[in-house]
């Protein structure tokens, strides 16, 4: 009547410790979910403050060029970057029409996450008129 025991202490250890290694591999992979989605979030985050400093630095008829930076709190920090890329030159025939300029505008929002930074940047180029020039 030996086969009526049951199970036998070394048996129950076994199962116990594969029962462990699934349920450590089972929570390992929903922590690393869980962390691929608030990358995700944080990057869409990101993403949608520069959409709006890259509108906010288009807009009028004119560009400043240069360097505009700051934190925005929540640990992101932006920086906007204006540039000439070319000019048209004035036309001497019709002197009274506007200089006008391309200028690449670049948008980068940035935050530090378990020890790395992560960057998005948006660039795209805008034709405007220049500012007079100086007397």
Do not use: K
Request: cysteine-free; glycine content about 8%.
């Amino acid at each position: 009547m030996r086969g009526d025991r049951g199970f036998t202490l070394l048996e129950v250890l076994v199962a116990f410790i594969i029962a462990a290694i699934a349920l450590t591999a089972l929570f390992s992979g929903a922590l690393g979910g869980l962390r691929a989605a608030n990358v995700s979030s944080r990057y869409a985050e990101a993403v949608s403050r520069a959409q709006s400093h890259l509108t906010a630095a288009s807009v009028g008829d004119a560009l400043t060029p240069g360097d505009r930076q700051g934190d925005e709190g929540h640990g992101f920090h932006w920086r906007v970057r204006i540039s000439p890329v070319e000019t048209r030159p004035p036309d001497s025939a019709n002197p009274t029409l506007p200089i006008l300029a391309l200028y690449a505008i670049s948008s980068a929002v940035s935050w530090t996450e378990e020890n790395r930074t992560r960057t998005v940047q948006l660039v795209t180029e805008r034709l405007a008129s220049m500012p007079p020039p100086p007397p």
